[in-house]
């Protein structure tokens, strides 16, 4: 890596419940005020019902994920009864001075999910007008919150349909990171551009190969490149909480290396939006997670050809 210029990172933070929000995202912030770091958050504002994901654990791939990344620990053990005792609680209207904080403190704010269990687990057999009301109500929200409408979206679960992108256009988003890939694109004549995201996470990686929390964050380092999209997503459950300090390091080793973290819509001012390449969303599996996730077309079709 060059050490003469800057490597632009975006930074992504996903918030997908209560617990993240009330607990990693002030810690965040803090971080990102100590080391001056701004970024996006895509915030979770709907009902924490991800205890419905208990479920889950019946599927071998989840389990083993679960397990590899010891999530229990990550995200705490009171998830598992979030929304099945008893109803989740709203997180936007409960927590939403953390949200005004985050906006305070000048961070790109962005809509994540209205209620991320059902989004991850129905979206492929919602209808359209399912689909709209679920982004709609966290749409609404977030802009009560904030006092003004999400310019960016990011499905929860990296899970889009093409009937999302047609519904996500009927709000005012300028950009939304929907899926993986390798760069910026048109996802279709007159819908708004996609930033995918080219890094992985830390459920990912943690515990494949010899990665282990010793080692992680020297090989997020090593694959981040010069001269092309980066795009790194991160937990406020797990990087905010658990593996704070380890973030921590990782933001003191990324500015020792010559990489700075950006929020995504300062990637998408680089670009020409007027001519953006064009390309399509493709759901397929990802090593490391259950289940499918939206990938950028060009970018499974090259894979799949070397």
């Known amino acids: 890596m060059s050490q003469d210029s800057v490597t632009k990172v975006g930074l992504r933070i996903d918030v997908d419940t209560f617990r993240g929000t009330r607990l990693g995202v ?4 803090e971080l990102f005020a100590k080391h001056d770091v701004k970024a996006s958050f895509y915030f979770t504002v709907g009902p924490d019902n991800m205890g419905r994901h208990i479920w889950r654990l019946l599927r071998p791939a989840f389990l083993k994920k679960m397990l590899r990344s010891k999530a229990a620990s990550l995200y705490g053990w009171d998830i598992l009864i979030r929304g099945t005792i008893w109803p989740g609680p709203v997180i936007g209207k409960k927590l939403k001075h ?7 403190a000048g961070h790109e704010m962005g809509l994540h999910a209205w209620d991320h269990h059902k989004w991850q687990m129905k979206t492929d057999t919602m209808s359209a007008n399912e689909l709209h009301s679920e982004i709609k109500k966290g749409h609404d929200l977030l802009s009560q919150i904030t006092g003004e409408a999400p310019t960016t979206s990011a499905v929860a679960g990296w899970r889009c349909t093409e009937q999302t992108l047609v519904e996500k256009q009927k709000f005012a988003f300028n950009y ?13 004549e007159g819908l708004a551009p996609q930033i995918p995201v080219t890094l992985p996470t830390y459920d990912e990686l943690i515990g494949q190969g010899n990665v282990t929390a010793d080692n992680y964050n020297d090989e997020i380092i090593k694959l981040i490149k010069p001269n092309q999209l980066n795009v790194y997503t991160i937990h406020a459950e797990v990087e905010g909480i658990v593996c704070a300090q380890m973030f921590e390091d990782l933001l003191i080793k990324a500015k020792a290396n010559k990489i700075e973290f950006v929020p995504l819509v300062e990637l998408l001012d680089d670009y020409d939006q007027q001519n953006l390449p064009q390309d399509t969303i493709v759901n397929v599996a990802l090593e490391g997670r259950e289940g499918w996730l939206s990938h950028q077309r060009s970018m499974v079709e090259k894979t799949a050809s070397s």
Not at 26 to 29: A, N, V
């Open 176 to 188: 939304n990171s929907d899926c993986r890939g390798e760069s910026i694109f048109s996802p279709g």
């Open 26 to 29: 002030p810690k965040l912030l």
């Open 98 to 104: 953390i949200i005004k904080d985050t906006q305070l």
